[in-house]
């Protein structure tokens, strides 16, 4: 199974790919951050994020998107364009007919570190354990984007425990 999760944004967007193997393994096939110009138009930054989704989904084939869901701003400004950008970000998924899935960023820390208030330091170095990176993850949108990913795998594994 291959997980894209997103950390949506509009001037940064972070993408993660996070790979299941058979044995229940998790690793990280790829990262990053989808970067654009602010002086550009709206239109222009949100087509350049589809369109750099689109490379993505094409080059890993995912089976699922998870992306951050939007649960409470504290900066007014920025809440319209992280909107706009996950409407391009769930119409892509839609296009592509994958099984979308959002955690509030509550969530993403509740299910990674067990405690819901944790610092991104502490989420940053579970994933840095569990995914046994020799380094952790420069970028804070690309380290999102990777608990992201992670959290969907660790919440449908707990559900299937449960089932058992």
Avoid: W
């Avoid at 949506?8 to 972070?14: E, F, K, S, V």
């Avoid at 930054?45 to 750099?52: H, K, M, S, T």
Wanted: proline share 3%; aromatic share 6%; net charge positive.
């Amino acid at each position: 199974m291959r997980i894209l999760g997103i950390d949506p944004g509009t001037a940064r967007l972070g993408y993660a790919i996070v790979e299941i193997e058979a044995s229940g393994k998790a690793l990280l096939s790829s990262c990053g951050v989808i970067k654009t110009e602010k002086s550009k138009a709206d239109s222009l930054r949100l087509a350049e994020i589809r369109l750099d989704l689109t490379t993505i989904i094409d080059k890993f084939k995912p089976n699922i998107v998870v992306v951050e869901k939007l649960f409470f701003f504290k900066n007014l400004k920025t809440i319209i364009p992280v909107a706009q950008a996950r409407g391009v970000i769930l119409e892509v998924a839609g296009s592509y007919h994958l099984p979308v899935h959002e955690f509030t960023p509550l969530q993403v820390k509740q299910i990674i570190t067990g405690q819901g208030r944790a610092e991104k330091s502490l989420v940053a170095e579970i994933i840095k354990r569990d995914l046994n990176l020799e380094q952790g993850i420069n970028s804070d949108d690309a380290a999102d984007a990777v608990a992201i990913a992670l959290c969907y795998y660790r919440s449908a594994a707990m559900q299937l425990e449960l089932k058992v």
